[in-house]
């Protein structure tokens, strides 16, 4: 029983999400507290607040309303989006892309139905190897595989 706790504990998705999940959190600090100390005041000064625009708030018949600290924690989600967005989102996409770019492809796993006898061929097959009917080739199928489309 325990020996599977320790296997589950020890996998390598297990560790590598913990990791992220602390980064995670030092990262939403380092915004927070960078959002906190130089975004909010520059929003109270530009809005002619005094100083630190986190600590505006407004009250209504005895409960007050600190929407300064909702502003600024929207401020620091912004910051935090935008940059997890630039800084790994974007170039992973692009790796990925590098990746599934440089992967071969199987031209025989796009599969499509011959129109005469309605068996599966290929869907870059010139002729059906069933009823030996003439085809066109599928030139999604074609420009997926490289090669030049038909005439």
Request: charged share 15%.
């Amino acid at each position: 029983m325990l020996s599977g706790f320790k296997d589950f504990i020890l996998r390598g998705n297990i560790v590598t999400m913990a990791i992220g999940l602390a980064v995670g959190a030092a990262f939403t600090a380092v915004v927070t507290g960078f959002s906190t100390a130089f975004i909010a005041p520059l929003i109270g000064l530009a809005t002619a607040s005094t100083g630190d625009f986190s600590d505006a708030h407004f009250s209504v018949d005895g409960t007050d309303f600190p929407y300064g600290k909702f502003v600024a924690a929207a401020i620091a989600f912004v910051i935090t989006a935008a940059v997890l967005y630039f800084l790994v989102v974007v170039p992973m996409m692009k790796f990925q892309a590098r990746m599934d770019r440089d992967k071969p492809v199987d031209i025989k796993a796009a599969q499509r139905d011959c129109p005469r006898c309605y068996t599966q061929i290929p869907a870059i097959a010139t002729r059906c190897g069933h009823c030996t009917s003439e085809l066109k080739a599928d030139p999604e199928a074609l420009a997926l595989a490289g090669l030049p489309a038909q005439r």
